[in-house]
């Protein structure tokens, strides 16, 4: 790649990004974000309802599927904790981490993007002698 080839790609990146905090930063944005905050928060407060009704003072764990038994957290990032605690988050690669946990056959498990950790947890519990290694940008 030359030289003014990556000045470009620098520049118009820098653009983009000056751009896009103009554009979030305008009230209509701040608006929706907010409304968007609201309703994240009422979605939290309804689950924490619903997990206090099925684990009361019991400590949480996974309910059913390949990570049953294991103790895990009240959160969720990116996605929704219930199915997480139900056991039906994974449910179509099930059959896929079965295979893995029964041959145990890893010497390390690489989890990248991993949010709070539910496999990087999960398999890291089933295949104590598994090295897992988890990473997140946050």
Same mark, same amino acid.
């Given at each position: 790649?030359?030289?003014?080839?990556?000045?470009?790609?620098?520049?118009?990146?820098?653009? @983009?990004?000056? &751009?896009?905090? &103009?554009? &979030?930063?305008?009230? =209509?944005?701040?608006?929706? /974000?907010?409304?968007?905050?609201? /309703?994240?928060?009422?979605?939290? @407060?309804?689950?924490? /309802?619903?997990?206090?009704?099925?684990?009361?003072?019991?400590?949480?764990?996974?309910?059913?599927?390949?990570?049953?038994?294991?103790?895990?957290?009240?959160? =969720?990032?990116?996605?929704?904790?219930?199915?997480?605690?139900?056991?039906?988050?994974?449910?179509?690669?099930?059959?896929?981490?079965?295979?893995?946990?029964?041959?145990?056959?890893? =010497?390390?498990?690489?989890?990248?993007?991993?949010?709070?950790?539910?496999?990087?947890?999960?398999? =890291?519990?089933?295949?104590?002698?598994? /090295?897992?290694?988890?990473?997140?940008?946050?």
């Amino acid at each position: 790649m030359k030289f003014l080839d990556i000045v470009k790609k620098i520049l118009s990146n820098w653009i @983009k990004k000056i &751009l896009l905090y &103009l554009v &979030l930063s305008t009230p =209509s944005a701040k608006r929706k /974000k907010f409304l968007q905050t609201i /309703k994240q928060e009422k979605e939290i @407060k309804k689950t924490n /309802k619903i997990i206090n009704k099925i684990y009361g003072d019991q400590e949480i764990t996974v309910l059913n599927g390949p990570f049953k038994g294991i103790k895990y957290i009240d959160l =969720s990032i990116g996605s929704k904790i219930l199915p997480k605690l139900a056991g039906s988050y994974e449910e179509p690669i099930h059959k896929w981490i079965n295979e893995i946990i029964e041959k145990n056959c890893y =010497s390390t498990i690489i989890n990248v993007g991993c949010a709070e950790g539910y496999y990087a947890v999960g398999f =890291s519990k089933a295949i104590s002698k598994t /090295k897992v290694l988890a990473f997140d940008i946050n």
